[in-house]
């Protein structure tokens, strides 16, 4: 089946750290790849998203490129700030039934401290 | 500011309470999708309706009941909950089946 597999957090940073939260998936075929954020008390907002392999998603200063060959898709931003405190979910997502389902990782807790 | 929009924020109710939590998206997105979110877990798929048809109920306890009266608004009637139901309730739309999910900033439902 599907699966998805995130590092084990929380993960907690000094501001202008260089961040990695690796993600590693499992899947069939050929699904699309996302990171999406959650802040306290919010719903989840799309980071970025790539496609196919060899993608790569960019923004707000987060990357992850899709890696076949690696089954990975990994996100890194060069230099954090408190306000990218967050959980991050990596998701892989298929089309299916008029829609498409996600399938998420565990997520990631991020804390950055000043 | 989400462009999918849930009420109430917070829900309290009895365990033989009937209530009703709403989402509305005015994107032209032509499926919409529940979630279920325990503290510190990930987004569980309730149900997903496209073209405002059910397409996908992932055997949920028929104590849930989603209903889609037009493409822009999607509701889940909630009856006879238990304890164990109380979580964050999260609604998401999308343009169209490959395209990424929105969502919503969720109902808090807490069951008394």
């Known amino acids: 089946g599907n699966s998805v597999t995130q590092m084990e957090g929380p993960v907690t940073l000094s501001e202008e750290a260089f961040l990695t939260i690796n993600c590693t998936y499992t899947?069939?075929?050929?699904?699309?790849l996302f990171w999406y954020v959650q802040y306290p008390g919010e719903g989840l907002q799309l980071l970025l998203k790539?496609?196919?392999?060899?993608d790569k998603g960019s923004n707000k200063g987060f990357e992850a490129t899709y890696r076949k060959e690696t089954t990975s898709f990994h996100l890194e931003k060069g230099s954090v700030q408190v306000s990218d405190s967050a959980v991050y979910f990596c998701?892989?997502?298929?089309?299916?039934?008029?829609?498409?389902?996600?399938?998420f990782g565990t997520g990631t807790q991020l804390k950055v401290e000043l | 500011d989400t462009e999918v929009t849930q009420t109430p924020k917070h829900l309290v109710m009895g365990m033989t309470n009937k209530k009703s939590l709403k989402c509305e998206q005015h994107?032209?997105?032509?499926?919409m999708y529940w979630y279920k979110q325990k503290a510190k877990k990930p987004p569980e798929l309730m149900f997903v309706?496209?073209?405002?048809?059910?397409?996908i109920n992932e055997s949920v306890p028929s104590r849930f009941s989603p209903e889609c009266p037009n493409s822009s608004l999607l509701n889940l009637h909630l009856h006879a909950l238990q304890p164990e139901d109380s979580a964050l309730y999260l609604c998401?739309?999308?343009?169209?089946?490959?395209?990424?999910?929105?969502f919503g900033d969720g109902t808090r439902l807490s069951i008394l």
């Open positions: 998701a892989l997502c298929y089309v299916t039934g008029g829609g498409n389902k996600l399938t």
């Open positions: 998401a739309s999308s343009r169209g089946a490959d395209q990424p999910q929105h």
């Open positions: 899947a069939t075929g050929y699904p699309s």
């Open positions: 309706y496209s073209y405002e048809k059910l397409s």
């Open positions: 994107m032209g997105h032509r499926a």
């Open positions: 790539a496609t196919k392999a060899d």
